[in-house]
């Protein structure tokens, strides 16, 4: 085996150097993504390597990169788009969601969609709105997209390889505040599917089920509840769409409670679905109704107050003791 300890942003850059060493058809598109390797430096020495072809700075106009990304797809690309920052996407929402989600059924099958948006989302680095937001529901709502989020170096390093090599559009989202945090990554292993659920941690009492950038608050609200003997399972959904109802199930008949997790505002939240198709599939084995954790109704803050909105430690274990009062 060939482990590796890397931050996910270098697992990324790993991901993305593996997916252009193997496929010539890979392209890289987005604003600074050349020579200055990205604002968060993902795409760093890349441009260098594989040359201006492959790794393509564009301008500043997102539905223009997402446009010429479905022509090259169309003649048999696999381009891997960058959106700066996840507010900039919406320029380019209308092509993600009018062309890029329906052109596979427009042409009844006939033709294939394979292109990666990548998008650093949500909040916890300071920035002020346009810059921290998590509008992952938004495109999860649309038929034809796939929608997934890492939240460690290992799935950040497969889970791209993985998307690039999807047939089906793959919207990327990646937890930019955890861009810094390293894990171990084996880069010779067998990668996990794609769209299915993992347990970061076992646990008896109760489920909490995130993704993305909220698994590392959930597994520290675990380790938290333990010290009180409270056993709580942690499951990382890894997509959100599809999602992996099957393995919450799972893990919901075992411990009869959940409490879903995101940064995302609650209402109309990808928990929202969660917590319906639980309530539909485990009612009789539910000892408490599913509880939602997640941002405020409200436009993203300033930097200041970002800490009272993002949900945290003391909100999910105050969800985990209400769940289990019941």
Known sequence: ????????????????????????????MGEDVGKLGGVFRITDGLQKDFGEERVIDTPLAESGIVGTAIGLALRGYRPVVEIQFDGFVFPAYDQIVTQLAKMHARALG??????????????????????????????AHVPGLKVVSP???????WMLQQAILSDDPVIFFEPKRRYWDKGEVDVEAIPYELHKARVAREGSDITLAAYGPMVKVCLEAAAAAA???KSVEVVDLRSMSPVDFDGIQASVEKTRRLVVVHEAPVFLGVGSEVAARITERCFYHLEAPVLRVGGFHAPYPPARLEDEYL????????????????
């Open 227 to 229: 010290e009180e003997g």
């Open 151 to 157: 939240s460690n170096p290992s799935d950040a390093y």
């Open 311 to 326: 949900p945290g430690l003391d909100r999910v274990l105050d969800a985990v003791d209400r769940s289990l009062a019941y």
């Open 1 to 28: 085996m060939a482990i590796e300890k890397m931050s996910i942003a270098k697992a990324l850059n790993e991901s993305l150097r593996k997916a252009l060493e193997t496929d010539p058809k890979v392209l890289i």
């Open 110 to 139: 006939k033709i294939k969609m394979p292109v990666v948006v990548r998008i650093p989302y949500a909040g916890g680095i300071g920035a002020v709105e346009h810059h921290s937001e998590s509008p992952e529901t938004l495109f």
